[in-house]
């Protein structure tokens, strides 16, 4: 499986940057991973999106989602001249339920799928199978863990510290968690729903991941400093997400 970072600012994104967005590709499938600011343009530099087989939004912050809107014009415009055959295949949550009324009325270009729905069961899609856990956020948010040939690659998403995610990202092959926030200056307790990026390496650590991933970035911070923080934690290397970086499981 091979991991493209298509953007991994928030909650907006610097110059030529993008705000979270990921690209899977297995042997049959290409699958997005969130669709905030930017991340579409970015996804083109390395497929046709006539090529994405699904999309996972895993909640409905705009720095995980903000590019709804372009996506939907592009694969409605799409299948009208023909160059694309079938709808897209979008995971989405039902909460708020007026944002999942809206993209769920847009068949023109996609088919919906409640992540409610997929919860609690191992979702296929093509070679990859999914599986989605929640997590503690001040909006409805999940996780998701994505098998691949036995290889698991897991994504947090945005979340604060809570046990049951070492449960959720146990023994994955990589982990790609938020790291939001700096040990110097925030404070997980007074800004509920992100981690710091000491807090995202002891996640690591505890779940016995063999890789860890930080991301969700703030422009302004120094990533050699969140490194060296997860890196505390995690009690060994951590890598940190970039605009364009691959990564490969
Ligand atoms: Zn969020």
Redesign the pocket.
């Known amino acids: 499986m091979k991991i493209t970072v298509l953007g991994c600012y928030a909650p907006y994104a610097p110059k030529d940057g993008a705000c979270n967005g990921y690209l899977l590709q297995s042997d049959r499938i290409n699958l997005m991973l969130d669709c905030g600011h930017g991340s579409f343009s970015q996804l083109q530099k390395y497929i046709d999106f006539r090529q994405l087989h699904s999309l996972i939004i895993t909640?409905f912050?705009p720095d995980?989602y903000g590019d709804i809107h372009a996506i939907r014009h592009a694969f409605a415009g799409a299948i009208r001249d023909g160059s694309r055959k079938d709808p897209l295949v979008v995971y989405i949550p039902k909460v708020p339920q007026n944002i999942y009324e809206e993209i769920n009325s847009w068949e023109e270009a996609f088919v919906v799928i409640p992540i409610e729905d997929a919860l609690g069961s191992i979702n296929p899609l093509g070679d990859l199978k999914l599986e989605f856990f929640p997590v503690k956020?001040p909006?409805t948010?999940y996780g998701v863990k994505i098998n691949y040939n036995n290889k698991i690659f897991t994504y947090t998403s945005?979340t604060m510290w809570d046990h049951d995610l070492i449960s959720s990202c146990w023994q994955s092959d990589l982990l790609l968690t938020e790291a939001s926030l700096r040990g110097d200056v925030d404070d997980a307790l007074t800004r509920k729903g992100h981690m710091t990026a000491k807090q995202a390496g002891m996640l690591g650590r505890d779940a016995l991941v063999k890789r860890l991933v930080i991301t969700h970035f703030w422009p302004e911070f120094n990533l050699y400093q969140l490194q060296r923080e997860a890196e505390v934690g995690f009690e060994g290397p951590v890598e940190f997400a970039e605009m364009g970086k691959v990564f490969q499981i």
Do not use: P
Request: proline letters at 0%; glycine letters at 0%; aromatic letters at 0%.
């Open positions: 909640h912050h995980h956020h909006l948010n945005d």
